[in-house]
T-cell receptor, first 115, second 114 residues
Framework: DTEVTQTPKHLVMGMTNKKSLKCEQHMGHRAMYWYKQKAKKPPELMFVYSYEKLSINESVPSRFSPECPNSSLLNLHLHALQPEDSALYLC??????????????FGQGTRLTVV | AQTVTQSQPEMSVQEAETVTLSCTYDTSESDYYLFWYKQPPSRQMILVIRQEAYKQQNATENRFSVNFQKAAKSFSLKISDSQLGDAAMYFCAYRFSTGNQFYFGTGTSLTVIP
């Protein structure tokens, strides 16, 4: 299984809503990532979890709250978002250390629209 | 700062022809991995090819090959016999061997003309 599964694929939410994005992988990867991507732009790193601990937070506003309940799951909790937060949110995972399989595996993303 | 430069925002190629996408990067590290990712309109980022910086031999994957010039910090992607399904955004990226962060270039949008 070389898949990273993200749900939902599409999400429309109001600025006062609370929602969560979910990401799951069963490749035994111990690094998991959240990226935000605008159209025709590269992914922007938001958070990195290493061994289920938050290792990188790229100064993301507190209305985005990540959670890593276990080594297979990654959540992104959303609250009081702004229209400019509308984007494609990508989850990825990778091995930590070692020379093999060093790439990141990406999910299909959640297309988020904030209204 | 770790930077990856893709100087061609857009490229086009005739079907069955060959195209080369350029990428340069800036790092003081000596041990790292380089990647080309493809992102079609379906939006999933898919690994095209990977190169270990310690390997002198250029990586190849079927119709895809790279020209890795470590001293010049250059990592170009050659697509041979281009197909309509190759149309996508292509991102160059690298990762340090000791780190868990990926650094992405700005992307090249490839159009394949039938």
């Amino acid at each position: 299984d070389t898949e990273v599964t993200q749900t939902p694929k599409h999400l429309v939410m109001g600025m006062t809503n609370k929602k969560s994005l979910k990401c799951e992988q069963h490749m035994g990867h111990r690094a998991m990532y959240w990226y935000k991507q605008k159209a025709k732009k590269p992914p922007e790193l938001m958070f990195v979890y290493s061994y289920e601990k938050l290792s990188i937070n790229e100064s993301v506003p507190s209305r985005f709250s990540p959670e890593c309940p276990n080594s297979s799951l990654l959540n992104l909790h959303l609250h009081a978002l702004q229209p400019e937060d509308s984007a494609l949110y990508l989850c990825a995972s990778s091995r930590l250390g070692g020379p093999m399989n060093t790439e990141a595996f990406f999910g299909q993303g959640t297309r988020l629209t904030v209204v | 700062a770790q930077t990856v430069t893709q100087s061609q925002p857009e490229m086009s190629v005739q079907e069955a022809e060959t195209v080369t996408l350029s990428c340069t990067y800036d790092t003081s590290e000596s041990d790292y991995y380089l990647f080309w990712y493809k992102q079609p309109p379906s939006r999933q980022m898919i690994l095209v090819i990977r190169q270990e910086a310690y390997k002198q031999q250029n990586a190849t994957e079927n119709r895809f090959s790279v020209n890795f010039q470590k001293a010049a910090k250059s990592f170009s992607l050659k697509i041979s016999d281009s197909q309509l399904g190759d149309a996508a955004m292509y991102f160059c990226a690298y990762r340090f061997s000791t780190g868990n962060q990926f650094y992405f270039g700005t992307g090249t949008s490839l159009t394949v003309i039938p």
